[in-house]
């Protein structure tokens, strides 16, 4: 199959191979060596002004990137969706004023593509019900925002590129899939939670905000998500796989009409263990490098807070590689905590420690999640309790 040539208009080129993990040859310039070392341009290298970047996919992180480094770059976006066909999983949920002021920079108002503004979230865990007051969390049309953000921008719709050689003449080719479809594989650490969702419509919805489920053994949890006109996102992820039955029974007990399924893995892996973040031309951003933290249904915001550090240092992608791993160091002391959760072996002093590290991350920062943490009404279901305790108690003698 032919390789994407830069300078044909044409679109629609699907190139599939095994990747190529280029390693920088020295017929490679200057800056794509210093790239592929991950420390970017030291010691007076000058550098081409401005830089010919491809970013492959235009999902949030993509979108964010081509828009901005647009300013000072010359940038193409790389999306396989044909324009009219584009599209992204779902409506998402998350914090508006965190969102915003990404949106702002890139001249869009996120106001325009918000659906439902939450003032309540119900988390349900084991036989407990906890009631929190929101503070900015929404449900937004993504598709909308990233369309918002490619408007004038330059976008190959069609193109799939899966080896950055298919991309001559780049000086960065910036993996933005989620995947690392161009970076290299990560070793070991690796740890993804699969997950479902639908769209469901309601004549009479079940819920009028959101609520979260946690599922058994804390590997997931399942979600409901308004989507402001009757309409509702359903789904759940769960390390343990027992995110399909736990969807099941939510549509056994409420209804709806659903739509397709839709769903993919999430990359619970933090950004220590996803390195190299660079290799080759090629860097990547925000779930690619493990910039999430899906446990907290937090995908967006850390992805667009991991892309506008890129766009900062794009000249200096050692500097980027140290600031990604200073910014998402409390996503280590996550995956920490949760691992040994998710292979049942729990040291409670340790479990104990962590848990009180995390929770002290979240109440530090509450305006940035959009969700307060002082509960506004709690009820105990007594059997479901007792039930938890007792598997509970089985997980702690195994
Ligand atoms: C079901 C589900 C629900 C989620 N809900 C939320 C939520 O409510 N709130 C939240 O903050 N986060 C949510 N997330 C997580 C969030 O989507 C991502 O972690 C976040 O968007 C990361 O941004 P990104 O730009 O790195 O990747 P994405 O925004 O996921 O963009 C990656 C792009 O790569 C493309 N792509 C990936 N693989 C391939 C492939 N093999 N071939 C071609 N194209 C490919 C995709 O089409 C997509 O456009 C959810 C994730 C899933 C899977």
């Not at 401005?50 to 964010?64: D, E, H």
């Not at 397709?260 to 990547?284: E, I, K, M, T, W």
């Amino acid at each position: 199959m032919e390789a994407y040539d830069p300078e044909s208009d044409d679109v629609g080129i699907v190139v599939k191979r095994e990747p190529n993990y280029a390693q920088p040859s020295e017929s490679d310039s200057l800056l794509t060596r210093a790239f592929a070392h991950g420390e970017g341009i030291t010691n007076g290298v000058d550098a081409p002004t401005p830089l010919k970047i491809a970013v492959v996919v235009t999902g949030i992180a993509g979108s964010y990137l081509v828009n901005q480094l647009g300013w000072d770059h010359e940038v193409t976006g790389f999306e396989r969706h044909q324009r009219k066909k584009f599209a992204s999983m779902c409506p998402w949920a998350t914090n508006k004023h965190a969102v915003a002021k990404f949106a702002q920079r890139c001249d869009v108002d996120l106001e325009d593509r918000i659906l439902h503004e939450g003032r309540r979230m119900v988390t349900s865990v084991g036989g407990l019900e906890v009631e929190s007051r929101l503070r900015g969390f929404v449900t937004f049309d993504k598709n909308g925002l990233t369309r918002d953000m490619l408007r004038g921008q330059k976008v190959r719709y069609g193109s799939w590129i899966s080896d950055e050689s298919d991309l001559k003449g780049y000086d960065l080719v910036v993996d933005a899939t989620s995947l690392r479809v161009l970076l290299p594989k990560i070793e070991s650490h690796e740890l993804w939670m699969p997950s479902v969702q639908y769209l469901v419509e309601y004549e009479r919805p079940p819920f009028d905000d959101f609520r979260v489920q946690v599922l058994d053994g804390l590997g997931g949890y399942l979600w409901y998500f308004p989507l402001g006109d009757g309409s509702a996102s359903v789904g759940a992820g769960d390390v343990n796989k027992g995110h399909v039955k736990a969807i099941e029974a939510f549509f056994r007990l409420h209804g709806g009409k659903r739509g397709r399924p839709d769903g993919r893995a999430v990359r619970l892996c933090p950004p220590r263990y996803c390195q190299p973040f660079a290799s080759g031309r090629v860097v990547g951003v925000g779930e690619s490098i493990g910039a999430v933290f899906a446990l907290l249904a937090d995908g967006v915001v850390p992805a667009l807070e991991c892309s506008e550090l890129l766009v900062e240092n794009v000249r200096d992608l050692g500097g980027y590689r140290r600031k990604v791993l200073k910014k998402f160091a409390f996503y280590e002391t996550a995956y920490d905590f949760f691992l040994p959760v998710f292979q049942g072996r729990i040291g409670l002093v340790e479990q104990a420690s962590l848990s009180q590290s995390i929770l002290s991350h979240v109440l530090a920062d509450q305006s940035r999640y959009g969700v307060e943490l002082q509960p506004t009404r709690m009820t105990i279901e007594p059997f479901e309790l007792i039930k938890q305790a007792l598997s509970f108690a089985k997980m702690l003698r195994t």
